[in-house]
């Protein structure tokens, strides 16, 4: 899965170096991740929320994200500034989360939350930009790096699960707070741009076509029918990012079991992750994407049913392809397909529509569809899994698996 570089290749130990500061930075930022996407809502809930306000601060800060991580990734890519705008997120994370515990009452934490959410969404696509760098450069194998973030994702999960049956759910913050910091730290020791690029000079001048050449794209059916793929089958995990936890709680599962839940979805991920590249180094990005989109279409009509525990466990292990299998398609296509010069920028209009956009409508949608139906909207879900799965069709007549 990991192509060839096209340039003279640097020392190894060059791209070892870059390869480890990378995954470091994945799992220092995954610790933040671990909390705000199981835990938060339960946070949320524990400070008094009911269903429609905790929906609201989970989606404002995905329909944020339409505007502004576009633009700082377009700031990145025109000056070479991936990592410099990776620390200040940073930065900013740590001091919402410090901030986040004195809050009370709907709005203060609304505008708190999100402007945490936010500076934690910003870092991914950049550090994405960064980590595919690598991949060309060094030819090294994302999925090694990326499994790394997994891994924090899941001993986080465990962790806050635990310490939420025994403290309650304010326990969550303490371990949120301790994230940021860890990302701060990680964020510093990322390699500098001209560590992977060589001459700086010589790349500055490409990227000042930013405009022009993202306007080529999105005017591509191929290029809109990758967003739609990726996007639908992204956000089709919104009801159970933003409620599965609180539904598990209803039907009287522990918060232990929740973090247990969590850790075999993810360590399912994290082994599709660290096999991508020996295993499925010759599948398309397209084949990637729709065993991701037939996977959400199965995995959400089955909870749409409220299966019992036994069967949550094999369900979760789905995830390793309505998530994984997705990501790794949509890295790859940009990858493949973009030129280099945007691949920061197209990096975040793929997280902006995903992570953004679809995911912001969907989690905002989840509030008053979980009140109404509880589990059964997960069909809902499901239904973003089948429009994933023909928008992927469309790549797959119209991409000759070159540049676009």
């Known amino acids: 899965m990991t192509p060839q570089s096209d340039r003279p290749g640097p020392g190894k130990d060059e791209g070892a170096s870059y390869g480890e500061r990378v995954a470091l930075y994945f799992a220092a930022m995954f610790v933040i991740y671990g909390v705000l996407i199981p835990f938060l809502p339960v946070w949320l809930d524990g400070r008094g929320l009911d269903a429609n306000e905790v929906a609201i601060v989970t989606a404002v800060p995905f329909i ?14 025109r000056h070479g500034a991936h990592r410099t ?22 709005w203060s934490i609304l505008v708190v939350a999100a402007a945490l959410s936010l500076s934690a969404a910003t ?12 991949v060309r450069r060094y030819s090294l194998d994302y999925g090694r790096m990326r499994l790394w973030g997994s891994l924090s994702f899941v001993a986080v999960g465990l962790i806050v699960g635990a310490w939420i049956d025994r ?15 860890l990302t701060v730290v990680a964020a510093h020791a990322l390699p500098r741009e001209t560590a992977a690029a060589g001459n700086e000079v010589a790349s500055v001048a490409p ?39 609180l539904h598990m709680r209803e039907q009287g599962i522990s918060g232990t079991w929740i973090g247990m839940l969590w850790a075999i979805g993810v360590l399912a991920e994290v082994v599709l992750f660290a096999v991508a590249g020996s295993r499925f180094r010759h599948l398309r990005p397209d084949t990637l ?83 109404a139906y509880k589990g059964q909207a997960y069909a809902v879900m499901a239904a973003l899994g089948l429009i994933a799965l023909g928008s992927t069709a469309v790549i797959t007549r119209r991409w000759n698996q070159g540049t676009i």
């Open 85 to 106: 705008l990776v620390v200040a997120s940073a930065w900013a994370a740590l001091a919402a989360s410090l901030l986040l515990g004195g809050m009370t009452g709907f």
């Open 207 to 245: 990227r000042r076509r930013v405009g022009p050449e993202i306007t080529r794209l999105l005017r591509l059916p191929v290029f809109i029918a990758f967003l739609f793929a990726a996007s639908a089958a992204q956000a089709s995990h919104a009801l159970f990012y933003t409620f599965g936890a």
């Open 167 to 181: 403290s309650g759910s304010e326990a969550a913050l303490w371990v949120m707070i301790s994230g940021t910091i």
């Open 289 to 371: 994407l729709a065993l991701g989109s037939g996977a959400a279409l199965v995995r959400w009509t089955v909870m749409s049913f409220d299966p019992p525990l036994a069967l949550l466990a094999p369900l979760q292990l789905l995830h390793a392809l309505t998530y994984g299998a997705t990501h790794l398609g949509a890295i790859l296509f940009v990858a493949r397909a973009v030129p280099d010069e945007v691949s920061g920028t197209v990096q975040a209009l793929y997280a902006t529509f995903a992570s953004g956009v679809a995911m912001g409508i969907a989690t905002w949608s989840s509030g008053p569809l979980f009140e």
């Open 64 to 77: 944020l994200r339409l505007a502004v991580t576009p633009s700082v990734a377009i700031l990145a890519d």
């Open 123 to 134: 870092m991914m696509p950049l550090v994405e930009a960064i980590a595919v760098r690598g």
